[in-house]
């Protein structure tokens, strides 16, 4: 059974997100929380397994809460939903440590297949998605300091191999792992098991995350 935080100034869309997730035979709803200080308050209490965030709040804001819970080192995924036409700010959540977001307007059963995705501790965003976006708003983003010219210098890339090095290149470029196997010819599962090693040895909490890694650290840049 995944439980679920739900994080929302309006409380007819926290009432909405409900009554889908409670049609659902794996899913329960924790709680629900107005703002950014009730949601890490009730992520400290409840330990939900994903957090539906949203940015916009008064006081203080989905991004901020995001952050403060990641850091709590607390199981607990966030999933941001925002209205993405009009909000860029949903890239300041991934750097945060959100493991995705998804538009507020998304079809019922993407919000509910990227729950459960959060929850198994996968991506929800799709990699050439996250790159297009990324790409499209770079000059919003801020640097997370200043990158070493030659790119495999960066601390946290160091303890790459270098088919780690260049299978995190190919994954900040959009490459699925089908996409990796086919052009690198290498097994799937050998695809899998240097994803898993480059996150455990970069510290990515999963493939979203080590998108902008590629970015932060150069080896892949905006077109």
């Known amino acids: ?101 998804l538009i507020k307007d998304a079809l019922p059963e993407e919000l509910l297949s990227g729950i459960r995705a959060v929850a198994s501790g996968d991506a929800v965003v799709a990699p050439s998605l996250t790159r297009r976006l990324l790409d499209t708003y770079a000059g919003h983003l801020p640097t997370a300091g200043s990158a070493p010219a ?20 190919v994954i900040g470029q959009g490459w699925t792992n089908a996409e990796i196997s086919t052009r690198l010819h290498l097994a799937e599962s050998t695809v899998k098991t240097h994803v898993g090693r480059i996150l455990a040895k970069t510290g990515a909490r999963d493939r979203v995350q080590a998108v902008i890694l590629a970015y932060d650290t150069k080896l892949v840049r905006p077109s």
């Open 1 to 101: 059974m995944t439980t679920v935080l739900i994080v929302d100034d309006q409380p007819m869309q926290r009432f909405g997100f409900r009554m889908l997730l409670e049609s659902q035979d794996d899913m329960t709803v924790a709680g629900e929380a107005g703002n950014g200080s009730e949601a890490i308050r009730m992520t400290a209490e409840l330990h939900p397994d994903v957090v539906l965030m949203d940015i916009r709040m008064p006081g203080l804001d989905g991004i901020e809460a995001t952050r403060r819970i990641v850091a709590s080192g607390d199981r607990t995924r966030v999933l941001i939903l925002t209205t993405f036409d009009l909000d860029e700010y949903a890239y300041e959540g991934l750097r945060a440590g959100a493991s995705g977001f």
């Open 150 to 169: 030659d790119p495999s210098a960066h601390p946290r890339l160091t303890s790459l191999t270098d088919r780690e090095r260049e299978i995190l290149t």
